[in-house]
């Protein structure tokens, strides 16, 4: 899968998205992202496929909520839990390992905070809550995606749209500031992509999500926990408390032309949903093919 910068998000800053990645994660899974991760849970519903194995990408900042109604979900099967930054991989197992004496600890199977075993030839279920849109070279995550994945399985992910926050980037704009946000890709891309990664019959879907809050300081909290401003032409100083004030003003300003008097902002979201096909070996005078994908054919030919 290609991963030269050229086709990386043009918008996206790659050491202020690593930044990003190592950054402690906040004491409790962002609410909207929990939102999202219940809404995605729930068109599980339509796929028929049981998976025996299945891991969650991530979910400390994905949605340990989330997380739970997957597994309860799937009870019988074994959940995996991988999270790339091994900073946040002990405070993953913390916030998931429940105290002995909880009755909720023999409601299920406890994940293990680690990858599958290649041995097991990947999960049948890889789980990726408001992950993709903070990745720096997404072709190269959708494609880590896949090789996680067994054959015949399938990804669930969600991520940000190109609406998100037009409102605090036309107020930005208006002020003259540089700007507020990356932008962020298209499902149609996201389809593309996942083809190009080998994932089949990509399924894309989005809605509009708008948060209201009553005071500029309220709205600033809950952004934090969402992510940061990964634009290359972003302001390159520290912001200090006069700048601040001059945008808690402006939102304040914008919240008394509301109908209702709150400070509103939309947040576009993308579900996908794709499967991972048994391999194809291109045909030539010589094809090279891994020990995984040979064992994959054999498997996928035995009557």
Not at 39 to 63: F, H, N, V, Y
Not at 112 to 118: D, G, L, S, T
Request: hydrophobic residues 45%; charged residues 25%; contains cysteine.
């Amino acid at each position: 899968m290609p991963t030269d910068p050229v086709q990386r998000p043009p918008t996206i800053d790659t050491p202020a998205a690593a930044r990003w990645a190592r950054l402690p994660a906040v004491p409790s899974s962002p609410w909207l992202h929990e939102e999202i991760g219940r809404r995605m849970e729930d068109r599980l519903q339509w796929i028929t496929a049981k998976p025996k194995r299945w891991a969650d990408w991530s979910p400390l900042r994905g949605g340990l909520e989330a997380h739970a109604l997957v597994a309860r979900r799937y009870r019988d099967a074994q959940p995996y839990v991988i999270e790339p930054d091994a900073a946040l991989a002990a405070r993953t197992a913390e916030a998931l390992n429940t105290p002995w004496w909880s009755a909720r600890r023999w409601q299920g199977v406890r994940a293990r905070v680690e990858a599958p075993p290649e041995a097991e030839g990947g999960v049948d279920l890889l789980w990726a809550n408001m992950a993709l849109h903070m990745a720096a070279d997404p072709q190269a995550l959708i494609a880590e995606w896949h090789r996680h994945l067994a054959t015949d399985g399938f990804l669930m992910f969600s991520c940000l749209g190109p609406d998100t926050l037009r409102e605090l980037r036309a107020l930005y704009e208006t002020l003259g500031w540089p700007p507020a946000c990356h932008q962020f890709t298209d499902m149609h891309d996201w389809g593309d992509m996942l083809v190009g990664a080998g994932f089949a019959e990509p399924i894309m879907d989005m809605e509009r999500i708008v948060l209201t809050w009553a005071t500029p300081e309220a709205a600033f909290a809950e952004l934090r926990g969402l992510g940061r401003n990964l634009h290359p032409a972003r302001f390159a100083g520290l912001r200090g408390r006069g700048w601040q004030a001059e945008l808690a003003g402006a939102l304040a300003g914008s919240a008394a032309q509301a109908a209702d008097g709150r400070i509103s902002m939309t947040f576009e979201i993308i579900y996908g949903h794709a499967f991972k096909p048994p391999p194809r070996v291109a045909l030539s005078g010589e094809s090279a093919v891994s020990l995984r994908q040979m064992r994959e054919m054999l498997q996928r030919g035995r009557p």
